[in-house]
């Protein structure tokens, strides 16, 4: 499914420790999901194209990390833990 921008969507940045609990929580805007979406391969979800990051859950590996620091420099990302971005819609 694609979600359009007229969606209630919110993003998470989240960092998940090694017993898969989440250990470090940011949330992301609009226009900072619109500055690192093209750093993820959005063909993935069975539906197609994710164009706002909400269909799925998208890892921001090791080596993605400095383009997203540079597309958002207020993250941090902290030693240990596996980051992944998700966007939820928001119920009505």
Not at 7 to 35: C, K, M, N, Q
């Amino acid at each position: 499914m694609n979600y359009t921008t007229r969606d209630r969507l919110i993003w998470e940045l989240t960092g998940w420790d090694a017993d898969e609990r989440p250990a470090h929580v940011t949330e992301l805007s609009r226009e900072e999901i619109v500055r690192i979406r093209d750093l993820f391969d959005r063909r993935l979800p069975p539906a197609g194209m994710d164009e706002w990051l909400a269909y799925a859950t998208y890892e921001v590996a090791p080596d993605l990390q400095p383009q997203v620091l540079a597309a958002i420099p207020r993250l941090d990302f902290k030693p240990g833990l596996d980051y992944f971005v998700e966007g939820m819609v928001l119920s009505d």
